[in-house]
């Protein structure tokens, strides 16, 4: 695993070096981990113009969620607990010989950016962007294999879930009790925080579960995910509560399913992003409900639960193969509730099989 946490480094030195960079100092907890294999709490990373070292606020604490930095980075622990990491990466990279540094701007506050040219006055600040996000962009074997066990893990604990008796519990009982099961299934914690969604609360995205409890038909939403190694999946599905459901919940089902279906079978390598929202938001624009959709389709996973691509009416940009994305259409209408289906996808081109339907939980309109 050293060799490809390297190889990663020595991409992103090429292309600091290519603009003028002696030296690289990285703060974004994603990007810390991407190219070292840990991010503990405030670390920073320092590349060049010596050895890589990452600067840690306190000793590593060895919590699986965190994860391991790789044994070719050198780990340096600053002696007092005030301290802070990206500011010592700069007097660092000064003291090395460093007359130029690229640093994550977008990242760093405007006190932190002062603090750096306060504690190294001669060291010429320059902005490498976003070149870590676009390196993670598109994703290796290894982090497809997370993403998986991560989809798994997912579709464990919902799977669980549904054969327990739903009736009188609360929303905030049953997400927490799913976040249980994701690390009783070896997760190292939920991607992002559970959403279940009752009665006239389904369908709502990000919906924060309440004390209502579940009632008999009503329309059940749920959206959860798994962090597996740092890698985050998303999952959300509808459910109708214990008896058939009604006319109403059939149509709105069946035409969520019908959009979701639509975005999924457009993910491809070439094709633009704002394509797969585009024909996705079709099939409930057509329907009536264009005033009921949400800002996007679905947007990238990995190290981060809301990565680049953005599948949106304004995204900018085309698909890649090895690009994990999400489908999540759905419709709230208020007062009554909504459907909510969201699937995690690996984009492959038609030769490889298609889109990789990572999250296998049946989304057929189940009455529980």
Known sequence: MSELYAARRTRLRDRVAGA????????????????????????ALLLGPGDDVLLCGRPLSGDPSEGRPVDDVRVSVLPTRDGDPVVAGADLAATAGADTLAVEEHH???????????????????????????????????????????????????????????????????????????????ADGPAFATSVATGPNSGRARHL?????????????????????????????????????????????????AAQ???????????????????????????????????????????????????SPAAMGKLDACVPVTVEPGVHIPGRGGVRIDDTLVVRPEADGGPELLTITTKELLAL
């Open 20 to 43: 003028g960079s002696a030296a690289a100092l990285i703060s974004r907890p994603a990007n810390v981990r991407y190219l070292t294999g840990c991010a503990p709490p405030g670390a």
């Open 261 to 311: 279906r639509a975005g999924r079978e457009a993910l491809a390598p070439g094709v633009e992003c704002r394509e797969v929202d585009r024909v996705t938001r079709h099939v409930l624009d057509t329907a009536g409900y264009a005033e009921r959709l949400g800002p996007w389709t679905g947007h990238g996973v990995g190290l981060e639960i809301d990565e680049d691509p953005q599948l």
């Open 209 to 257: 579960p309440t004390d209502r409890r579940v009632e008999e038909g009503d329309f059940l939403s749920v959206g959860l995910g798994a962090n597996y190694r740092g890698y985050r999946c998303e999952i959300g599905r509808t459910f109708v509560i214990g008896t058939s459901p009604s006319d109403w919940q059939i149509e709105l089902y069946d035409l969520v399913f």
């Open 108 to 186: 760093l506050t405007v006190s932190r950016h002062r603090a750096l040219s306060q504690v190294a006055p001669r060291l010429r600040l320059t902005d490498m962007a976003c070149a870590v996000e676009a390196q993670r962009l598109v994703k290796d074997d290894d982090e497809i294999a997370c993403l998986r066990i991560a989809a798994e893990i997912a579709d464990q604990a919902l799977g669980e879930l549904l054969e327990s008796i739903l009736v009188g519990r609360t929303e905030r009982h049953l997400a927490l009790e799913l976040e249980r099961r994701l690390v009783d299934h070896g």
